[in-house]
T-cell receptor, first 117, second 117 residues
Framework: DVKVTQSSRYLVKRTGEKVFLECVQD?????MFWYRQDPGLGLRLIYF???????EKGDIPEGYSVSREKKERFSLILESASTNQTSMYLC????????????????FGPGTRLTVL | AQKVTQAQTEISVVEKEDVTLDCVYE???????LFWYKQPPSGELVFLIR??????QNEISGRYSWNFQKSTSSFNFTITASQVVDSAVYFC??????????????FGRGTQLTVWP
């Protein structure tokens, strides 16, 4: 069964703190993604990775960085959290090139609702 | 560039009514995939269906059906005899075709469906 887990469902941090959001998938997927979701704006892609130690900027990378040291784990880092980063953060993964016609189907984790005070 | 438009922000229906969620997309790729995801109040996006650009056959799965029309660049989703459990945000998405890599999805802003008892 497809499984993507995120380290926390709810998180409260203070402005200026360094925040780590962790995502783990157990499906041997090559691609991993971080989105944020805000009311009226849908899902916006922050960063994605198609291989270990590889990353690409999405549409809104400012204020974020990522780390992928192992295939199954993709971390999103807020270097200095700000109130405008209060949001729902969603992680997803997909098979990638080895998946044939299924390669692009993304499977999502439960999300982390982050509040920055 | 890829773009997905879900013009309906919110829809309300009464149980047992049929409801259609619209999705219009733009792409210059000749090969692409279209997706629908469901996000119930719990927050996790659930994959519903994937369609490739060469397959214009309509698909039916229980009370759900999808109508893909390349001529109008639309991929609409119909729920027949809606139920309260269908209440959720529904997202339409389009894949990017960049050969065998990456496979990011472009999401619409979602349609909030509320089914009243």
């Amino acid at each position: 069964d497809v499984k993507v887990t995120q380290s926390s469902r709810y998180l409260v941090k203070r402005t200026g703190e360094k925040v780590f959001l962790e995502c783990v998938q157990d499906m041997d997927h090559e691609n991993m993604f971080w989105y944020r979701q805000d009311p009226g704006l849908g899902l916006r892609l922050i960063y994605f990775s198609y291989d270990v130690k590889m990353k690409e900027k999405g549409d809104i990378p400012e204020g974020y960085s990522v780390s992928r040291e192992k295939k199954e784990r993709f971390s999103l880092i807020l270097e200095s959290a700000s109130t405008n980063q209060t949001s729902m953060y969603l992680c997803a993964s997909s098979l990638g090139p080895s998946g044939g016609r299924h390669r692009d189907t993304q499977y999502f984790g439960p999300g982390t609702r982050l509040t920055v005070l | 560039a890829q773009k997905v438009t879900q013009a309906q922000t919110e829809i309300s229906v009464v149980e047992k009514e049929d409801v259609t969620l619209d999705c219009v997309y733009e792409t210059r790729d000749t090969t692409y995939y279209l997706f629908w995801y469901k996000q119930p109040p719990s927050g996790e996006l659930v994959f519903l269906i994937r369609r490739n650009s060469f397959d214009e056959q309509n698909e039916i799965s229980g009370r759900y059906s999808w109508n893909f029309q390349k001529s109008t660049s639309s991929f609409n989703f119909t729920i027949t005899a809606s139920q309260v459990v269908d209440s959720a945000v529904y997202f339409c998405a389009l894949s990017e075709n960049r050969g065998s890599t990456l496979g990011r999805l472009y999401f619409g802003r979602g349609t909030q469906l509320t089914v009243w008892p």
